[in-house]
């Protein structure tokens, strides 16, 4: 989620950041000629003229074009390379097109791509998902959203609860009953939503990320089926855990008789097995989408010996037919391939030790320069992502991050990084750092972060 631009009056580095844009924005249309043409009058048959509404939410002047993507590269149709610390925001955590799964991809394409059954990979992907994450049972989606949809109706069979608990500021996907906001102490639909078909403040509770004692009393009526978290929330801004709040969190879920869902689709950048693995978390139920298959449409979503119990026997309470999980596309010989190959080749501990280096040597290199132009900025970083807070204080809440953001700040230091020829994304600027990245690449992307600071500092007269 980007942030809002400012109502009030804008600080002199915000100014500041609101001319640099301008100029930016020249230099990033003329070297674009070629994209600018082809979104000029839309991409034909696309509502927006995109094949994705959100694409238009990048902040760029116009879209560009990508013609390749390979590694940590990107290449628009003009010709103009970038290293990519954008990923596909985590799509392509490990890299674009990654050989083993590529070949995966062209191995498989002659021998029938999806049948509803299982494959001669199934057992070879089940062992690696108990092995790397941790949990003994699992299930294959297609999206983050998928998974995290099947992992909240699997918490609601075996409980037999029908409310959730979400942290304000979450994102878990396109699942409805998520997308909410804690506004004045009340749990309402997100503003933004569309075609909302229910109130899910009837069936959500929000609580404010690191507050123990709102959690506690959300717990205490014992009619929370699951609560579904990220171990760091990434989508408002990047919120660390405080000290002992994941332990107090699956304390209270046991004693209330409440699950824990972990979602990890953005921060299995932690390190191998995510963050769970890292931190030693006990989740009930564990999902991670997005790069697992390497950039495959591909999710799973896993749980422990006493969920597949109680969801077998709930299961065998109901007559045949459809459980509202799963799709047939769920679960395909070519999702399973590119599982075993990016699960068994590419997600490696060894490769989460280049990613780690670099992501840390970036962060250094960002908080020099944050500390030489004296700015109320610091650097929250999980693993292979990190991001720049527009504060000195490490966030605690939501409220914390919007407090923080600035939609003109981000915007100008997006659009510097991307002329200097290196790709954030587009929410919160945020760096994701895949296997490919070299030691030229994070001092590049240090080296411009400096240039661009430094003429915001500049120009703020700071």
């Known amino acids: 989620?980007?942030?809002?631009?400012?109502?009030?009056?804008?600080?002199?580095?915000?100014?500041?950041?609101?001319?640099?844009?301008?100029?930016?924005?020249?230099?990033?249309?003329?070297?674009?000629?070629?994209?600018?043409?082809?979104?000029?009058?839309?991409?034909?048959?696309?509502?927006?003229?995109?094949?994705?509404?959100w694409m238009l939410d990048w902040p760029m002047p116009a879209p560009l074009v990508v013609e390749r993507a390979k590694g940590a590269t990107l290449t628009d149709i003009d010709g103009n390379r970038l290293t990519d610390f954008c990923l596909g925001d985590t799509g392509a955590m490990f890299g674009h097109a990654p050989g083993p799964v590529a070949r995966a991809l062209a191995?498989?394409?002659?021998?029938?791509?999806?049948?509803?059954?299982?494959?001669?990979?199934?057992?070879?992907?089940?062992?690696?998902?108990?092995?790397?994450?941790?949990l003994p049972h699992w299930q294959v989606a297609?999206?983050?959203?998928?998974?995290?949809?099947?992992?909240?109706?699997?918490?609601?069979?075996?409980?037999?609860?029908?409310?959730?608990?979400?942290?304000?500021?979450?994102?878990?996907?396109?699942?409805?009953?998520?997308?909410?906001?804690?506004?004045?102490?009340?749990?309402?639909?997100?503003?933004?939503?569309?075609?909302?078909?229910?109130?899910?403040?009837?069936?959500?509770?929000?609580?404010?990320?690191?507050?123990?004692?709102?959690?506690?009393?959300?717990?205490?009526?014992?009619?929370?089926?699951?609560?579904?978290?990220?171990?760091v929330m990434t989508n408002c801004s990047m919120i660390q855990p405080q000290p002992g709040f994941h332990a107090a969190l699956r304390r209270l879920t046991r004693?209330?008789?409440?699950?824990?869902?972990?979602?990890?689709?953005?921060?299995?950048?932690?390190?191998?097995?995510?963050?769970?693995?890292?931190?030693?978390?006990?989740?009930?139920?564990?999902?991670?989408?997005?790069?697992?298959?390497?950039g495959v449409p591909t999710s799973v979503w896993g749980m422990s010996d006493a969920v597949?119990?109680?969801?077998?026997?709930?299961?065998?309470?109901?007559?045949?037919?459809?459980?509202?999980?799963?799709?047939?596309?769920?679960?395909?010989?070519?999702?399973l391939a590119c599982l075993r190959a990016c699960l068994g080749e590419v997600m490696t501990p060894e490769a989460y030790v280049r990613m780690e280096t670099h992501a840390a040597a970036i962060a250094e290199g960002f908080s020099a320069t944050i500390h030489e132009h004296r700015l109320p900025w610091h650097v929250s970083r999980v693993g292979a992502r990190l991001e720049v807070v527009f504060r000195a204080e490490p966030l605690v809440n939501a409220e914390d991050a919007h407090a923080a953001a600035s939609a003109e700040l981000e915007r100008a230091l997006h659009l510097g990084l991307l002329n200097r020829g290196f790709l954030v994304t587009p929410f919160h600027n945020m760096v994701l750092v895949c296997p490919a990245i070299t030691g030229e690449n994070a001092a590049g992307l240090t080296a411009a972060f400096d240039e661009v600071v430094s003429l915001l500092a500049a120009g703020a007269d700071l």
């Open 142 to 231: 297609t999206t983050a959203s998928d998974a995290n949809r099947f992992a909240l109706r699997a918490a609601r069979a075996v409980t037999g609860r029908r409310k959730i608990l979400v942290f304000d500021g979450c994102y878990h996907g396109a699942v409805d009953e998520t997308l909410v906001d804690l506004v004045e102490g009340r749990t309402v639909p997100r503003s933004s939503l569309l075609g909302s078909a229910f109130d899910a403040g009837q069936t959500t509770v929000a609580v404010p990320f690191n507050d123990l004692a709102a959690l506690e009393a959300a717990l205490a009526g014992r009619d929370i089926a699951c609560v579904i978290a990220e171990p």
């Open 107 to 134: 191995g498989r394409g002659d021998l029938g791509l999806t049948t509803m059954l299982p494959s001669t990979d199934a057992p070879v992907v089940g062992a690696l998902l108990a092995a790397i994450f941790g």
């Open 1 to 53: 989620m980007s942030a809002a631009p400012r109502t009030g009056p804008l600080s002199p580095i915000e100014s500041a950041a609101v001319r640099l844009y301008e100029r930016e924005a020249k230099v990033y249309l003329d070297r674009r000629p070629s994209s600018a043409k082809a979104v000029a009058s839309d991409l034909p048959g696309f509502l927006d003229g995109m094949p994705l509404h």
């Open 308 to 335: 597949a119990a109680a969801l077998e026997k709930a299961r065998a309470d109901r007559p045949a037919g459809h459980s509202g999980m799963g799709t047939t596309l769920s679960g395909s010989a070519l999702q």
């Open 255 to 294: 004693e209330t008789g409440t699950l824990l869902i972990i979602d990890e689709t953005h921060t299995i950048s932690t390190g191998y097995g995510g963050y769970t693995r890292v931190h030693g978390l006990e989740p009930d139920l564990f999902v991670v989408g997005k790069p697992v298959a390497g």
